[in-house]
């Protein structure tokens, strides 16, 4: 009996190890990720820690790993989820032709604004894509939980990457629900300015599902069930 215990003990620490522990990666553990921060690379070289790993297999770096300064991940981000069937080049334009016309509104803006205003307007599309983001981002979602034949919505609070997948795909749809003479890049560009001073629909949206969620306040207790 208690051989069969200890077998038993010994395949739950296995199973939970396997779980902790992702096994289905092509590269074996012993491999290392790679380094390609031009400053940690000068920091590896500089404590001599590149004599420990200099002979060591490393990992090959994804498509998203770059030293670039002109790289950001947010935007790469959202390129993907404006991006149908794989067409990642015609993303990248609108997001591009959304830039443009976020500079050109705010110039326009700039010209017509009193000298004493224009230090408060923001001409940065990148500026303004991030903190538009930042403002639409919830903090709590609700979820259907089914009990003795009643639906609950129970609020929760919601994970950093899914509340920015809301986010960007709220100011997506916020886009596309257009009038048909308004190019997609245009209505865009509107929704992030919008955003920027925190007005708009996609506003109006977060605000809503935050109401609805203290309203379901009285449902929380059952929010271990979601987790």
Not at 27 to 53: A, H, M, T
Not at 77 to 86: S, V
Not at 168 to 179: E, H, P
Request: charged share 30%; net charge positive; glycine share 2%.
């Amino acid at each position: 009996m208690s051989n069969l215990r200890l077998f038993a003990t010994k395949t739950i620490n296995l199973l939970n190890l396997c779980k902790d522990q992702r096994y289905y990666s092509v590269f074996p553990l012993r491999y290392i990720k790679p380094i390609y921060n031009k400053e940690e690379q000068q920091n590896i070289r500089v404590s001599n820690e590149i004599k420990e790993i200099i002979n060591k297999s490393i990992k090959p770096a994804t498509t998203t790993d770059t030293c670039s300064v002109f790289y950001d991940n947010i935007v790469n981000q959202f390129t993907n989820y404006i991006m149908r069937k794989g067409d990642k080049k015609l993303a990248r334009s609108l997001l591009e032709e959304t830039f443009e016309a976020i500079k050109l509104i705010q110039l326009q803006h700039y010209h017509k604004a009193d000298p004493s205003q224009k230090n408060n307007i923001e001409l940065d599309p990148k500026v303004i894509f991030s903190k538009a983001i930042e403002n639409v981002t919830p903090i709590l979602e609700l979820k259907n939980h089914r009990k003795g034949g009643i639906n609950y919505k129970i609020p929760v609070a919601i994970s950093e990457n899914r509340a920015k997948f809301m986010a960007m795909n709220w100011l997506i749809q916020a886009a596309k629900s257009k009038d048909k003479s308004v190019h997609f890049p245009q209505q865009l560009a509107k929704e992030f300015i919008d955003a920027f001073h925190k007005r708009g629909r996609v506003i109006v949206r977060k605000h809503d599902l935050h109401k609805e969620c203290d309203a379901n306040r009285a449902y929380a207790h059952f929010r271990w069930l979601k987790q």
